[in-house]
T-cell receptor, first 110, second 115 residues
Framework: QKEVEQNSGPLSVPEGAIASLNCTYS??????FFWYRQYSGKSPELIMS????GDKEDGRFTAQLNKASQYVSLLIRDSQPSDSATYLC??????????FGKGTTLSVSS | EADIYQTPRYLVIGTGKKITLECSQT?????MYWYQQDPGMELHLIHY???????EKGDLSSESTVSRIRTEHFPLTLESARPSHTSQYLC??????????????FGPGTRLTVL
């Protein structure tokens, strides 16, 4: 059974701090890795995708991938209250459906 | 911005009724998916399709059925709605290309309440 594990949280950080969200996956041949953000009652929206080991930055967001450790993370710099949401990690191999984690709830206090 | 649409957005219906949730995308994506999600809970894949006339059941057993007659359209049908079907239903699509094109885009969802 292929699995994607996330700490459910809630992860609470003060405004302006760095939020660090972590995800591990069980299938070593996974090739594509995604982070989605989901506000309460809304559908998931894509934040980042990463395919190679290392870091990928997009604005305040940085995705980090370590395939040897089967670990992917998302850093949110200068966290804002509007970042408060559930963050979903998703993983797949080429041509297969994404496997989603259960999500980590982030709360940013002003 | 992904062009994937779901109708209706909200539906309240009585037990025993037949309902069809619509999902359409204008991106020409080959793959389409239906997920079920209860409030505050994880996504569950209930159906997916990799192209016209291709449909598969997902990880979560569902009493719903789907069809894929056209690339852009992937409706989900419940023959006889029950209160246990009350949930949010999310449609998604992605390209069938190589590993780096499997990004899924989600529609806005249909919130179904069965009385």
């Amino acid at each position: 059974q292929k699995e994607v594990e996330q700490n459910s949280g809630p992860l609470s950080v003060p405004e302006g701090a760095i939020a660090s969200l972590n995800c591990t996956y069980s299938d070593r041949v996974s090739q594509s890795f995604f982070w989605y953000r989901q506000y309460s009652g809304k559908s998931p929206e894509l934040i980042m995708s990463i395919y190679s080991n290392g870091d990928k930055e997009d604005g305040r967001f940085t995705a980090q991938l370590n395939k040897a450790s089967q670990y992917v993370s998302l850093l949110i710099r200068d966290s804002q209250p509007s970042d408060s949401a559930t963050y979903l990690c998703a993983v797949n191999q080429a041509g297969t459906a994404l496997i989603f984690g259960k999500g980590t709830t982030l709360s940013v206090s002003s | 911005e992904a062009d994937i649409y779901q109708t209706p957005r909200y539906l309240v219906i009585g037990t025993g009724k037949k309902i069809t949730l619509e999902c359409s995308q204008t991106m020409g994506h080959d793959k389409m998916y239906w997920y079920q999600q209860d409030p505050g809970m994880e996504l569950h894949l209930i159906h997916y399709s990799y192209g016209v006339n291709s449909t598969e059941k997902g990880d979560l057993s569902s009493e719903s059925t789907v069809s894929r007659i056209r690339t852009e359209h992937f409706p989900l049908t419940l023959e006889s709605a029950r209160p246990s079907h009350t949930s949010q239903y999310l449609c998604a699509s992605s390209d069938l290309g190589g590993a780096r094109t499997d990004t899924q885009y989600f529609g806005p969802g249909t919130r179904l309440t069965v009385l």
